[in-house]
C-alpha cells in the first residue's frame, strides 16, 4: 500500500508496516508523534472461537517493558487497551493516571463457572509531556458494535475515532495494529496521519486492503443504545 507521501523516519506515512514494534520502535524520530492508541496482547493464550483465526502472536505474556517505552513516545496522550488482571500480574507497569472502560456489551471469555462474566475491558491512559485535551473526556467507552470478523480481538473504528476527537493532534502510532481499526479510524479524520506495525504478515496486508477502502461513518440504528457525549464542553 502507498501512504500519503509523508515519512516518519524510514517509514511510508498512513501505512501498516510489516514488523516487530519492538525492533522498529528506535527508528521512529523522536518528537514525531502525537498520540499511541494501540491494542496489545493480554497474555491470555487466547483460544479463538473461530477456526479461520489464529492465534494472537505474543499472547503468552503482557509486553510490559514495551509499554513502559511507548509511555514516553508520544507529545499528547498513550492508551493502552487491557484487562483487569493485567494490573495485578504486572505491578511494575507505572500507575496510568486515569482508567477508562470500554463497555462491551456482551459476554467475554474467562472461567463462565466460576466468575462474573467479562463485560468490559480497561483502557491506561498517560499523558505525554504536552497533553492537552479538546474539553473533559469522561471515562467510560461505548460499545458500537460493527460486525469485525477479520481479527479474533478487534476494536470498534467508531470507538477509537470518538478517542481521537479529544485530542488536536497529527500523527497517531499503533503498534499492534491488527487489522488496523486505529488507522481506519485516524483516515476518517480530514488531515490526520498514522502509523502502524504488525507482525503476523496476514493481518498486515488485511489492514492495508482495508485502509484502501473508503472509511464510511456508520449511524445508529433506531433504537440502539446511544452512547454517552465523547466529552463535556
Request: glycine fraction near 10%; proline fraction near 9%.
Amino acid at each position: 500500500m502507498r501512504g500519503c507521501g509523508r515519512k516518519i523516519g524510514p517509514f511510508e506515512c498512513c501505512t501498516v508496516v510489516l514488523g516487530d514494534c519492538e525492533k522498529e520502535l528506535q527508528k521512529i524520530p523522536p518528537g514525531s508523534i502525537d498520540l499511541v492508541i494501540t491494542d496489545p496482547p493480554y497474555g491470555m493464550n487466547l483460544k479463538p472461537s473461530r477456526k479461520y483465526h489464529r492465534r494472537i502472536h505474543g499472547d503468552d505474556y503482557f509486553p510490559v517493558e514495551m509499554l513502559k517505552r511507548l509511555i514516553k513516545v508520544p507529545r499528547l496522550a498513550a492508551y493502552f487497551f487491557c484487562r483487569w488482571d493485567n494490573l495485578w500480574e504486572h505491578s511494575q507497569l507505572p500507575k496510568p493516571k486515569s482508567v477508562l472502560v470500554w463497555e462491551k456489551g456482551r459476554g467475554g471469555s474467562g472461567d463462565t463457572a466460576h466468575e462474573h462474566s467479562r463485560d468490559y475491558e480497561m483502557v491506561l491512559f498517560y499523558p505525554g509531556c504536552r497533553h492537552k485535551f479538546i474539553g473533559r473526556p469522561g471515562d467510560v467507552l461505548p460499545s458500537f458494535r460493527e460486525g469485525n470478523d477479520l481479527h479474533p480481538s478487534t476494536k470498534s473504528t467508531r470507538m477509537v475515532r470518538q478517542m481521537l476527537e479529544w485530542y488536536d493532534f497529527e500523527t497517531v502510532l499503533d503498534p499492534y495494529a491488527g487489522k488496523g481499526t486505529t488507522g481506519q479510524a485516524t483516515k476518517a479524520l480530514p488531515g490526520k496521519h498514522f502509523l502502524g506495525f504488525e507482525i503476523v504478515e496476514e493481518h498486515q496486508k488485511t489492514a492495508n486492503w482495508l485502509l484502501e477502502r473508503e472509511v464510511p461513518t456508520p449511524r445508529r440504528k433506531r433504537g440502539e443504545h446511544t452512547p454517552p457525549l465523547p466529552f463535556y464542553t
